[in-house]
């Protein structure tokens, strides 16, 4: 919506017109705002984002930053900041299109439905360059997202909405994206002017190319220059077609018109005979004349035709005697632009002939960087499936899969090689080893990272076949149903095909719908055969392993192995298996990269393996004298013994719990890249060990939100061990002897029992916790007592992080404060006083004398009155509304002064009152 319809007064008469909620074209037309602390309040809900940026009024972005000097806030708060204030304040963002979160060191932007992983940093400032890093992250995103003229075609044409099965998702460019489709279409219009080459744009596999097209596609046609051009998105095979065009239509309300797809060559040809607009999806192969060597006829001479082609790279747009002469001569002024996830072959000369050189280039090596795609790592395992050995050589290694878009007289050369070839991959006794050492593989895989699995076979028969071996393995795995089950067959065939091929064989809306299954993370189907289906453009974030056993070569391979590079909450990187020796081909396929790419693509397993080894060793330092090899023998209560002991010996070391729990995070993430390795599975037990203990840290000890546990538990698992596996995650509690304590009713003998424990560290951190979430509790409802608990608590803290004090002292500090916190809790009922009362009593009482003169008579009676004053005149916009808070701060110093409280202590007290006002009037206002 650009505009809203408006009356008003002219001359005495009433005029109907339209108002434009922004001007898009004169910058300085807007009215442009950024408030720091902004408060907002809906449904009794107050909340103080730290900067909302406006125009013309509308919240167009919020800002929550966190102190890079505190420890216990990082972005990450900022961003479950940001899904409380979703809730609890609608309205607020129905115009938001942007959220941004900082600690000061590090940014990064997404949309309202963005997960956390795909929060990403703004590189650059002008998109001609990186940023340089020692320019502050938070300056970049600020200076190259909200100069002027740059947010508002961010927010007009690089905002998308997707359906999904969560909803609809909010989308925003990244960095690469805006800069990338902007270039793009200078480069277009230029082209139209010129040679009719826009150029190439790549953008490697899992970045977002599909939408970088759309953002281009949005861009170019509405730009005033083309004077509504035809657009015509070019692929090469159905499915391609039919992905790209789903991904345009979802997203249409950045095009002009909605996009169309042209189903046989008839319709193609009555599409592009139209005067001007359109945006047309069609493959090369409709381009044919309606006979062979025919001339195919002009369609149209229009010079604003622009033909977009996805995967400019590949042989059948070859303008010499291919499919795109034939295109070329229907549209002969049309201007050309590629868009590619893969680079241009050095030797490729037709295609910068055709397309001209790279526009913007995003690759492997940045995508990674930026956290946009994970590094993808390779294991042979040829060897282990012991083969007969004269079975080998008959493997051809220069056999590539080249018959994708070959002519048919080659194809048929090729038929009697592969078919040799299937025969010896597709042998009875070869498909029994490839199907048990999959299962083997897959359930280590599953052990250390949840998420789905791939096998890429050579033929439909080989799918079936393998299909059928593993369920002979495992019989739970199969299910007729086509959203049930563990494994599935993803293929097409006809009725023609034999019998028991049919209950893989599914409709193309079958095969759609198991495929938004699959792609669900908590779906029963966990792994799935193909031949080629799914290859290309089919996006599974939680895809982590690609078993791959057929011949594939190039562009091709390269493709099929991004499947599994996408992001999925904190997963570290996706695997490739190669049953069939492809790694020539990936070192031919990748010589066109950069050296960069080279060193983060199919990076050998051993690498990962190598990694672990070295963070194990760390960890493992960390308990030098400490011998724990008792814990993988003992029984369930001596275990957990000693991971208690384990506990305090990581506390006594300088800075040992945070480098610890890093560490074990570092670790869990290298064995779930280098599982099932032999050298990872002979360390699991002790990193299960290590997780245990870590567990024990993070849960007894630390403040931790159940969303951040979620999303820790989703990809990573915990990797406890067998030996622990019967006793559970330690509760220092529990394995004490003592029942998890209530704050409000600590006994003293239960204080007594935490100050008699011998792990003096772990007493202290566990009460550290205990006080410190019953502190989180109150502050919600009493400020001054909440700030009085805090500061002391920090303070007995303080001393013992600085080794003031022994343990043993702050432990004797800490069940001092429990128990004052325990007669806090009292209080109210001694006083007579209900909690709200009992919380503006406390605001108005200070260790003041004068003050303490007037009595507890006195200062109840104020209390009470407080309450009924604030509760008949807090409305639900108190807060937003300086005139109610105005006289809301009058009424509460009329009191004051009433009552006799001394002159010169009201202003604090009144504003000590307001303060206490907000924090606990959500729950009456309304």
Request: with cysteine.
């Amino acid at each position: 919506m650009e505009s809203v319809p408006v009356e008003y007064q002219y001359e005495g008469r009433t005029k109907h017109d339209l108002a434009l909620l922004v001007d898009f074209e004169n910058l300085d037309n807007n009215d442009w705002l950024a408030v720091n602390q902004f408060a907002v309040s809906e449904n009794r809900n107050n909340r103080r984002p730290d900067i909302v940026v406006f125009v013309n009024g509308l919240p167009l972005a919020v800002f929550e930053l966190k102190n890079p000097a505190d420890a216990s806030t990082t972005m990450r708060t900022a961003f479950n900041q940001f899904q409380t204030y979703k809730a609890e304040l609608p309205s607020f963002f129905s115009f938001n299109e942007a959220l941004i979160v900082s600690d000061g060191l590090e940014a990064r932007m997404g949309a309202i439905t963005s997960d956390w992983e795909r929060f990403m940093p703004w590189r650059t400032v002008d998109g001609k360059k990186l940023a340089s890093e020692k320019m502050p992250q938070l300056e970049v995103l600020v200076k190259g997202v909200f100069e002027k003229r740059r947010f508002l075609d961010l927010v007009r044409y690089f905002i998308v909405f997707e359906d999904a099965r969560s909803g609809v998702l909010k989308k925003i460019a990244g960095y690469h994206q805006f800069h990338a489709a902007q270039k793009a279409v200078d480069c277009t219009i230029g082209a139209v002017k010129g040679d009719k080459r826009s150029g190439i744009v790549w953008h490697t596999q899992g970045s977002g190319k599909s939408l970088t097209m759309v953002f281009y596609a949005g861009r170019v046609a509405r730009h005033p220059q083309m004077k509504n051009p035809t657009l015509v998105i070019l692929t090469d095979r159905n499915d391609l077609d039919d992905q790209l065009f789903g991904t345009f239509s979802a997203c249409q309300e950045v095009l002009p018109e909605r996009p169309v797809q042209a189903d046989n060559r008839p319709q193609l040809q009555e599409l592009l005979k139209r005067v001007s607009g359109g945006v047309v999806f069609t493959t090369i192969q409709k381009f044919l004349p309606e006979e062979k060597g025919d001339k195919h006829p002009l369609l149209s001479d229009r010079r604003n035709i622009v033909v977009i082609a996805d995967e400019a790279h590949r042989s059948q747009y070859d303008f010499i005697g291919g499919f795109a002469k034939h295109m070329r001569d229907a549209l002969p002024n049309a201007s050309f632009i590629g868009f590619t996830a893969t680079p241009i072959e050095k030797r490729d000369r037709n295609t910068r002939v055709v397309f001209g050189d790279y526009i913007d280039v995003y690759d492997i090596h940045q995508a990674i960087e930026d956290k946009a795609t994970v590094p993808i790592l390779y294991e042979a395992r040829l060897a282990k499936l012991d083969l007969e050995k004269a079975e080998r050589p008959k493997i051809d290694p220069d056999f590539e899969e080249v018959t994708e878009g070959e002519e048919e007289s080659v194809k048929r050369k090729l038929k009697s090689k592969w078919s040799r070839l299937e025969a010896l991959v597709g042998a009875k006794k070869r498909i029994g080893l490839v199907a048990q050492d999959i299962v083997d593989h897959f359930d280590k895989r599953l052990e250390a990272m949840e998420g789905k699995g791939l096998i890429v076979c050579m033929s439909r028969r080989i799918c079936v076949e393998l299909y059928r071996e593993i369920v002979k393995i495992r019989p739970e795995w199969h299910n007729t149903e086509d959203d049930k089950g563990f494994l599935k067959v993803v293929m097409t065939g006809s009725a023609s095909d034999p019998v028991d091929w049919q209950g893989h064989i599914r409709d193309k809306k079958r095969r759609q719908r198991m495929g938004d299954t699959f792609k669900a993370p908590a779906s029963p189907i966990k792994l799935v055969l193909v031949r080629d289906m799914w290859l290309t453009g089919f996006d599974v974030p939680c895809l982590h392993t690609m078993y791959m056993d057929k011949p594939m070569r190039g562009h091709g391979l390269m493709q099929a192995i991004a499947r599994v590079n996408r992001v999925f909450k904190d997963k570290p990187g996706g695997l490739v298996v190669d049953y069939l020796g492809i790694a020539h081909e990936l070192k031919k396929a990748l010589a066109d990269y950069s050296k960069g790419d080279r060193n983060k693509t199919a990076i050998p397993q051993e690498i990962a393996v190598q990694a672990l080894l070295a963070k194990y060793e760390t960890i493992k330092a960390m308990f030098h004298k400490f011998d724990y090899s008792a814990f993988f023998k003992g029984a369930p209560a001596a275990r957990l013994g000693i991971v208690k002991e384990a506990m305090e010996h990581i506390f006594k070391i300088k800075d040992g719990k945070a480098r610890f729990t890093q560490g074990v995070s570092d670790a869990s993430q290298a064995f779930a890249l280098a599982v099932p390795h032999e050298k990872a599975l002979a360390i699991r037990d002790e990193i299960g060990f290590f997780q245990t203990v870590r567990a024990g840290l993070v849960k007894n000890t630390t403040t931790i939100t159940e969303q951040d546990r979620m999303d820790t538990e989703t990809a990573i698992q915990q990797i406890v061990s067998r030996a622990v596996s019967s006793g559970g995650v330690l509760d220092i509690f529990g394995s004490a002897g003592l029942k998890r304590p209530d704050i409000s009713i600590l006994s003293d003998e239960f204080l007594e029992e935490v100050r008699g424990m011998p792990q003096k560290n772990l007493a202290l951190e566990a009460l550290k916790k205990l006080l410190a979430d019953e502190i989180k509790i109150r502050e919600k409802k009493f400020l001054v007592q909440s700030r009085s608990f805090a500061e002391m608590l920090e303070r007995s803290i303080l001393q013992y992080h600085n080794r003031t004090v022994e343990a043993a002292q702050v432990i004797d500090e800490l069940i001092r404060l429990a128990k004052e916190m325990r007669e806090a809790h009292k209080r109210g009922e001694n006083l007579g006083l209900s909690d709200e009362e009992l919380a503006f009593y406390d605001a108005l009482e200070t260790n003041d004398s004068a003050v303490k003169v007037l009595g507890d008579k006195i200062l109840k009676t104020m209390a009470r009155e407080l309450v009924q004053t604030v509760r008949n005149n807090a409305t639900i916009d108190w807060t937003i509304k300086e005139s109610v808070r105005a006289n809301l701060r009058r009424l509460v110093k009329r009191l004051l002064a009433k009552h006799g409280y001394p002159p010169d202590k009201q202003e604090k007290a009144a504003k000590t009152v307001l303060e206490q006002a907000e924090l606990i009037c959500k729950d009456w206002v309304g």
